[in-house]
């Protein structure tokens, strides 16, 4: 069952602007959500993450946004660089189990 | 801080043998481990979680017999993939956190083929 959804596989976007990366999920247990950036072949890495309990975080360009009402979860990069080209992986948790969108693949055009 | 290391990177076996993937966390003591596994171009499925000395727990469809999982100590975490088969090929990734920590911290992955 696909408990965190990320139905844009992918997204492309011009240096400088605003990149908006989206996340849907269906269990209203989830009381954690977090962002990594993964490249091929490696590990993902923890970019951001928000309490249920709040619903926006932000650290440097990354901002992320929650609407628990929406069950909904966005990931704000601005300015946008090419080096943040990578798969961005949304996960939510429940009691310490994490669970993991299928990604959106992230483009940077300089 | 919170690094966490794999060992091998990669490796290809004969159909039938068994693999050992470690997985360490380099700077700190993780209290909790899962092992996480990847099809290409698919999402994180989680394998199992592990607490340090105690049994893994596993997710519904992952055979325990199969993919054994010790938590030994603090920083050490081993997954065996045992009588590995061609199905068994993927990217292996484990992750750490310690004690009421949400975020994970995940290592860079292993991949195993299976011939």
């Known amino acids: 069952d696909q408990q965190v959804k990320q139905n844009s596989p992918s997204l492309s976007v011009q240096e400088g602007r605003i990149s908006i990366l989206n996340c849907d999920y269906t269990n209203s247990m989830f009381d954690y959500f977090l962002w990594y950036k993964k490249y091929p072949a490696e590990g993902p890495t923890f970019l951001i993450s928000i309490s249920s309990i709040k619903d926006k975080n932000e650290d440097g360009r990354f901002t992320v946004f929650l609407n628990k009402s929406a069950k909904h979860l966005s990931l704000h990069i601005v300015p946008s660089q090419p080096g943040d080209s990578a798969v961005y992986f949304c996960a939510a948790s429940e009691s310490l189990i994490m669970r993991f969108g299928a990604g959106t693949r992230l483009t940077v055009k300089p | 801080g919170a690094v966490v290391s794999q060992h091998p990177s990669r490796v290809i076996c004969k159909s039938g043998t068994s693999v050992k993937i470690e997985c360490r966390s380099l700077d700190f003591q993780a209290t909790t481990m899962f092992w996480y596994r990847q099809f290409p171009k698919q999402s994180l499925m989680l394998m199992a979680t592990?607490?340090?000395?105690?049994?893994?727990?596993?997710e519904q469809g992952v055979e325990k017999d199969k993919f054994l999982i010790n938590h030994a100590s603090l920083t050490l975490s081993t997954l065996t993939v045992t009588s590995a088969h061609p199905e068994d090929s993927s990217f292996y990734i484990c992750?750490?956190?310690?004690?009421?920590?949400?975020?994970?911290?995940f290592g860079p992955g292993t991949r195993l083929l299976v011939l």
């Open positions: 992750s750490a956190s310690w004690h009421g920590r949400e975020t994970q911290y």
């Open positions: 592990s607490n340090e000395g105690s049994k893994a727990t596993y």
